[in-house]
């Protein structure tokens, strides 16, 4: 069964070395919400998620990461990094099931099938990554991280190289599947972050902030619904002020 994931908070300032990265920070990524996290390239958005997952050992925070339940992370998360990763001499089913092949643990063959087939690579299983389209490697990179099945999750970008009806599918698919987790979501796609988040944070080179959800209906919010397109259009109007 699924563990709770914790209500985590972070807070501070990130410095890699003497140069001051992002912050002062507050971020609060409350218990099973999806949190979509907006802001300009370069601002330190990805180094946020390496701190999260703990594995940004370059980077210094100046304040603190807590969970709720003091415990750490070790365990409880996952990442989907914003390049592949994908090792080239596996194949798909393979690279799917890299996390347990690392842990040496048994592989679940039906499991791994079973998330391919839903990312709708059924067809590709035993493939090797160089075979496939950019947008086909970066399914597969979510189907891993789907198959972690871990209490939080933290997607870069995971859905910028798809063409737009995989895009829908695959942000369909993985609010389902994430239902019930933590998930931080760093996206530059204003539609997403609609149709996706509980919260949504802009972030600054100088700060982090709430953007406001208003009145809006719990997520997914429908595509199309005039609900989703009015939070759509008000996000960017105030990405475009705040920015
Ligand atoms: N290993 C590193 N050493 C020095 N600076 C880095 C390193 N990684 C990232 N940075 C710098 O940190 C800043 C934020 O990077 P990043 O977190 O990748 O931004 P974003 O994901 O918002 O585009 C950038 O200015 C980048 O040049
Ligand atoms: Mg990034």
């Not at 180094?47 to 050992?57: D, F, H, K, N, S």
Request: charged share 20%.
């Amino acid at each position: 069964m699924l563990k709770r994931p914790p209500t985590i908070c972070l807070s501070g300032t990130l410095y890699i070395g003497e140069t001051h990265i992002c912050g002062p920070l507050n971020l609060n990524l409350p218990s099973a919400r999806w949190t979509c996290i907006l802001g300009p390239s370069g601002v330190g958005k990805t180094t946020i998620l390496r701190v999260l997952a703990g594995t940004a050992t370059n980077v210094k925070l100046d304040g603190t990461l807590s969970t709720e339940d003091e415990k750490s992370l070790n365990g409880r998360i996952t990442m989907m990094a914003q390049a592949d990763f994908l090792m080239p001499w596996l194949n798909i089913s393979e690279n799917t099931a890299f996390g347990a092949r690392l842990r040496g643990e048994k592989i679940d063959r039906t499991a791994v099938q079973d998330i391919l087939t839903r990312v709708g690579l059924a067809e590709h299983l035993e493939k090797k990554p160089h075979t496939l389209s950019v947008g086909q490697r970066q399914r597969v990179a979510l189907a891993r991280t789907l198959l972690e099945n871990r209490p939080v999750i933290l997607l870069d970008e995971p859905f910028s190289t798809l063409d737009a009806l995989s895009r829908i599918q695959m942000q369909s698919l993985s609010a389902s599947l994430l239902r019930g987790r933590s998930v931080v979501h760093v996206t530059h796609d204003v539609a997403e972050a609609a149709h996706l988040s509980h919260q949504i944070f802009l972030i600054t080179r100088t700060r982090s902030f709430h953007l406001s959800l208003g009145t809006a209906p719990p997520p997914p919010r429908r595509w199309g619904a005039s609900e989703t397109l009015s939070l759509q259009s008000r996000l960017l109007h105030l990405l475009m002020e705040e920015t």
